[in-house]
């Protein structure tokens, strides 16, 4: 029983040209003149104007204290509209002046002055790139793929790479690339798939492989958290859909004070031990999910993964119905869990899911 990813698809379908990098060396080159050029600053609430710019009524400027004009991105327009309380989707339909009088009024006497955590970028243009929190946590893209290619290469060459299609390498194009970024956040997908790891009982009773693969996703102005996902799966097609998906595990930090610390500190050496880890060390986890045996199945589901009882009979039933077996290991669980996880079609409770079904890989790995 597996699942289907769509995740990198999204992207896939949805960014344009200049969003897309066909090497992690090209993303990096662009990350980091980004940051060589972006700067981080707190100002207080009060010492921000907006004011309408030019004459065709419809851009408006940021001025920080007095004198320095910057560009709000589309984004921080956004976190700007939402600072003043004002919907950002009406303002953009309103003449700029007239936004412009209601961002400032919200900003001065719907809250309290407070400190705002901007993220400025300057080169020829000079733009508002983020208005977060004063103590926004920013994990640098640059970082984060930079540590990529220290720890797994270019992400063209040698195993980790953009994925093939059907499981035959390809050449990577924008095209097909499963790399990410743009001004608001990044994204990442890459595979092993030259070291498959062959599964003597992979479905029904029946040997097969799988490969490992990873998502890995940012961002420096607040649109998400940053995170990675690890699992195994069978083939990515054309349309980046990652197809038999099995063991899915997130991580996940919210961009607070302590967030380059954690990056640091926890989710840096869990990338670099899963991508080092060999296919015997993969197999044994999987091996010994597959023969650690499970007592009291309802009381296993019920208390050690926090599921109702209605939701522990569905995953009894969907793994017997496709598997023509009951539950009986922490494979089993694991695969269980990750067929029900299929049919929810809210994507949050979705992942919460599938994330439950990775856990069950790592109680079997910790006796591996």
């Not at 996940?252 to 990056?263: Q, V």
């Not at 999910?289 to 009381?299: F, P, R, W, Y």
Request: net charge negative; charged share 25%.
């Amino acid at each position: 029983m597996s699942t289907t990813l769509m995740q990198a698809s999204r992207q896939w379908a949805t960014r344009p040209a200049d969003e897309r990098f066909t090497s992690l060396h090209d993303m990096l080159t662009s990350m980091e003149f980004n940051r060589e050029h972006s700067f981080a600053a707190a100002v207080s609430s009060r010492r921000i104007e907006l004011q309408p710019a030019g004459d065709d009524h419809k851009g408006i400027v940021a001025v920080i204290n007095g004198t320095d004009v910057y560009a709000p991105t589309n984004y921080s327009f956004g976190q700007l509209a939402q600072l003043g309380e004002a919907p950002a989707g009406y303002l953009r339909t309103l003449p700029s002046e007239i936004a412009a009088d209601a961002m400032n009024y919200g900003m001065r006497f719907k809250r309290q002055a407070s400190d705002i955590g901007l993220l400025l970028y300057e080169n020829g243009a000079s733009e508002l790139r983020a208005a977060t929190g004063p103590n926004y946590g920013r994990i640098w893209n640059a970082d984060i793929v930079r540590s990529l290619i220290d720890h797994i290469g270019d992400g063209v060459s040698g195993s980790w790479r953009v994925p093939g299609e059907f499981g035959k390498a390809v050449e990577v194009t924008q095209d097909n690339t499963t790399l990410y970024a743009s001004d608001r956040d990044m994204f990442v997908f890459l595979a092993d798939e030259q070291h498959r790891i062959e599964m003597p009982n992979r479905r029904n009773g029946e040997p097969g492989s799988l490969a490992r693969g990873f998502f890995c996703w940012n961002s420096e102005v607040g649109d998400k958290t940053f995170g990675i996902a690890t699992f195994l799966f069978d083939y990515v097609c054309c349309n980046r859909i990652v197809w038999g998906a099995e063991g899915f595990k997130e991580i996940k930090i919210r961009h607070t004070s302590s967030a380059p610390d954690k990056w640091l500190e926890e989710v840096r050496p869990a990338l670099t031990a899963y991508a080092n880890s060999t296919q015997s060390t993969v197999l044994d986890t999987i091996k010994a999910a597959q023969s650690q045996k499970v007592e009291d199945l309802d009381d296993f589901l019920s208390k050690r993964f926090n599921l109702s009882r209605n939701r522990v009979a569905a995953v009894k039933a969907i793994h017997e119905i496709e598997e023509g077996r009951p539950i009986e290991s922490l494979w089993d669980v694991s695969t269980g869990i990750t067929a029900y996880a299929r049919g929810i079609e809210h994507q949050d409770e979705r992942v919460s899911l599938e994330r439950l079904g990775g856990q069950a890989l790592s109680m079997a790995a910790a006796t591996a």
